[in-house]
């Protein structure tokens, strides 16, 4: 008996430790942190401007995204499993596409010889401006969030609202009371997903919008022309605009549903 | 009055069901599991969309064309509760309420909380209760609103004995009180037999008798039938 104990004692610790060195393994690259670089150099590395671009015109694009994309969420999880899988086809082309194609595919279809003629007749033009970069994490983005908005949705049974109906409740009604307050941390991985995808966009951005100048395209352009001390700062504001508001929501998310199992 | 004429085509058969119950009157809808009465409810409802028929309640058309879900007087328990588990057990009874109705609406809902047994959970969120009470809240939340129909889809189903016995009288007493016209569906014939004076029979979606109660003990039209009111 104690020699069966014994060897599940050091079993589950087996798999405990394999499990630590898996997670070292994974955050490992944050090791780069902390790795002697020189004085890193914050005066004329365009941090704030880039910041402040990446922040304010990721915002506008998520905005946009949103207003967009839930109705459009709303409608493929309430569509017939037919319709749905043709929208879903749809939404994953904008997934899959790869971002430096992406880019080009957008200059393309936006520039002198597609829709460009039309915008610029009303002064919009879609080289190397806040359009570009707007329309471009547009792009880059919406089929995370309608995907994840749509899987969210899922979440939520038809049943319920179908009752809130019958108790009175008009659609908006019991989209507001309903099926947001359950599904909200969904919708707002679902953001998160698309928040980060296009605040890191470069591939894409690079080609559309040089300027005016993102976090991903300063740190490309800080290293070509200063080396490491001028991107480190970039890249200390990169993670930290990044990272923290998808690990929350997935954070919770989880805690939400393990909760509930 | 309700009147309806119910036509869908199942996996293994065709519903055709016809309905007609004067106001302020209650009918079972009564069978075999698997016979359709729960679609034919969910049609009259509307969260289920028949293919040909019509639904008829107080002199308007429900069906064709569909009338918004928002638009019904009616109160549908189904056979799952369907409890808002976001909200407390209080917001889930007052949730058909409108703002102008809440107010008046407090003597009735005090009756349903003590009545239904809410008390102890009436400030608990609703996804902490148990399922037996889940019911109840759910028929506070449809009686909530005075609904001019109620349909129940096996409304006791998983409650205590002691506890449908009680909810059987009150139920009874309401319907009388409120005068609402009430369709419920049971396999059970002595719990319809406790709501209803009258019953409908279905099988394979098809009305085989439609008669009062004596009249269904003493003369079932089909073997099946027979068997299903024979005792245990």
Redesign the interface.
Known sequence: MRLLGLSHFLKGNLARAGALFFGIVVLYPLAGLFVPVGLWRWEGSGTLDAARVSISLTALAMLIVVLLGTPMALYVARSSPRERLWWQAVLLVSVLLPPLALGILISLAFGQHGLGLFLEQFGFSMTNTPLAFVVTQFYVSIGYYVLGSIAALDAV?R??E??????????S??FW??TF??ARLGFAVALSLAWVRALTEFGAVVITAYYPAGLPVAIWTNLENFGLPAVMPLLIVFLVTALPLPWLAHLLAQRRSTQ?A | MLDAHVVKQRAHFRIDCRVTIDSGESCGLFGASGSGKSTTLACI???EIADDGYVRLGGETLFPPQR???E?S???L?Q?A?I???LRVSENVR??L?NGARSESDAWIAQLRERLQLVSIWNQPA?AISGGQARRVALA??LA?KPALVLLDEPFTGLDRHLVRELLSTLVSWQRELRFTMLVVDHEAEILERLCDRAIVLEEGQVVQDARWEALHADPATPLLAQLLAPL
Do not use: C, E, K
């Not at chain 1, 179908?162 to 008009?170: S, Y």
């Open positions: 049974p049943p319920l179908l009752q809130a109906a019958l108790l009175g409740h008009t659609p009604s019991v009371r309903i307050p359950i509930r | 409802a509307g969260t918004p879900l928002h019904r009616i109160g549908y189904t799952d369907n808002f588990p976001h949730f058909g409108t996804h939340r449809m609103r």
